[in-house]
């Protein structure tokens, strides 16, 4: 399902049988997006059970904006709080893609068929985010190396996706992208908001010190 949605979107959504299947669309960003995880949240366990008492903390950019320990806590809270994101940011995905088809000439479909058209071509972008949270979690990844994986996970998801909307409600190309640029955006802000509190630097923020 994964290369045929990335080689192949505009057949992989010319069919759209309804009603739609959301539990299997949502099984399918369950299994690309949970391993890497819970992973993730085993290897963080281990290191904090295993780490020697007083280790220095990791200065991180947002410990400029926010308290150091609120940072840290609303980190963990973040990760924890994965498995209820997934369903979320399908729905509001979905929801905002099928209000702008809505509004931009009519859709052709339901809201659902906007939603599973979001949710399939939210699956490859997932399962990089889930593999590259393990080296951001652990320290080992630069922020602008983060933030160019993160532009080119938001055009491969704004190409991806436009293209599935405007095969779903079949409508033109041009405007499907169009459609498509808010639930980008979604992406890109959400993905971005989670990784804040472990970048070691950002590029335009200053770092302690400045």
Known sequence: TLVAVVRHPAQSFRVCPEPIAHGRVMRLLATVRLPAWLLLVVVLAVRHA????????????????????????????????????????????????????????????????????????????????????????????????????????GLLHWGLLGVALAKTHQIGTVRGWLVALLPTLLFVAVTLARALPELAEVPGLPTIGD
């Open 50 to 153: 295993t780490a020697v008492e007083g280790t220095g903390v990791p200065l991180r950019a947002i410990y400029v904006l926010v308290d150091p320990s609120l940072a840290r806590v609303l980190s963990l809270w973040i990760l924890m709080m994965v498995p209820v994101g997934l369903p979320l940011l399908y729905f509001c995905e979905g929801l905002i893609a099928h209000v702008w088809v809505a509004l931009t000439g009519g859709a052709s479909r339901s809201i659902g068929a906007s939603m599973r058209a979001c949710g399939y071509v939210l699956a490859p972008v997932l399962l990089v985010v889930g593999l590259v949270d393990i080296p951001l979690y652990l320290g080992y990844m630069p922020g602008i190396l983060y933030l160019g994986v993160l532009g080119t996970l």
